[in-house]
């Protein structure tokens, strides 16, 4: 199944890692947003220059709003499948830019009020084994049994997609029961995206992402503990994750170790 609970993670040195589902593009209800609980830092699986992109997508929506979302609609392949079917939804809001949810999140971190700005780390690495693995990546992705299925991926993104309406279920913490059922909608769209992107790698290629991150996020959780003030309190770190890799993620956190990274991000906008 799907989840919408976060899955809360305990290192045995201390702390504690909490990943929390979101859907790209979808704008989550109170409700659900409340389910992150109380946190003291920040991870994103994503570049040290993601947040910039972000500033850049504010800058073009306010020029033409719904721009990235169409022009990823439009642009044909899974990912516009995804766009496409987000916005057959109306009761919801979806295909918003910058991606709502880690982008609330990170502005909650920067702000200074109440218990003060918060570290933020951004975990995908920038180095020549990162490298390597996407350079191995795109190698799989090329090879004649990947093209061959792209050449059905309209039948094959509708099998998908029936498959995966069988895992995906309404939040129970949201009330209104059109809402639930629209998030259970997207829930599905977001997740047949996600597993077809992950059809085109193989096993081998999956495993050493998910573990290189799950590092990552073990030594951010170092960092975090290492600089918590109050000893009196477990610092959590929060970590926002597409739904249909929280349980892949959360599994590679029990067989690594934790990488040694840069502190967190601490920027103005």
């Known amino acids: 199944m799907l989840p919408w609970d976060p899955i809360n993670w305990i290192d045995p040195n ?4 909490r990943l929390w589902p979101i859907i790209p593009s979808v704008v989550l209800p109170e409700n659900l947003r409340r389910s992150s609980g ?4 920040l991870a994103f699986l994503l570049p040290d220059d993601e ?6 997508q504010i800058i073009e929506e306010k ?8 022009g ?4 044909g392949g899974i990912l516009g499948r995804m766009m496409q079917g987000m916005a ?9 830019f910058p991606d709502p949810e880690p982008r609330r999140l990170f502005q909650q971190a920067e702000s200074k009020a109440g218990k003060g700005s918060r570290p933020v780390y951004f975990v995908e690495p920038d ?3 990162w490298t390597t693995w996407v350079e191995e990546c795109a190698d799989e992705m090329s090879r004649p049994r990947q093209l061959f299925k792209s050449i059905f991926s309209g039948r094959s993104w509708r099998k998908e997609l029936l498959r995966t309406m069988k895992d995906a279920s309404p939040p129970k913490v949201v009330r209104d029961d059109v809402k639930a059922t629209a998030l259970a909608e997207a829930s599905s769209i977001a997740a047949t995206w996600w597993r077809r992107a992950e059809s085109t790698l193989n096993e081998s290629l999956r495993q050493k992402r998910d573990e290189r991150l799950a590092s990552r996020l073990r030594g951010a959780l170092v960092n975090l503990r290492e600089g918590q003030i109050d000893d009196s309190e477990t610092p959590v770190l929060l970590v926002p994750v597409m739904q249909a890799w929280v349980s ?3 599994n590679a956190l029990e067989y690594v170790e934790s990488e040694a990274l840069e502190t967190g991000v601490d920027e103005s906008e």
């Not at 947040?51 to 850049?56: G, K, M, Q, R, S």
């Not at 990823?72 to 642009?75: E, G, L, Q, R, V």
């Not at 057959?88 to 918003?96: A, L, N, Y």
């Open 51 to 56: 947040h910039e992109i972000w500033l850049e």
């Open 248 to 250: 892949s993620i959360h």
């Open 72 to 75: 990823i609609a439009a642009s």
């Open 127 to 129: 180095d020549e084994e």
């Open 63 to 70: 020029k033409s709003p719904g721009i990235n979302r169409d």
């Open 88 to 96: 057959t939804i109306e009761e919801i809001q979806t295909g918003k």
């Open 14 to 17: 201390g702390g504690l890692i």
């Open 38 to 41: 109380d946190w003291h830092g």
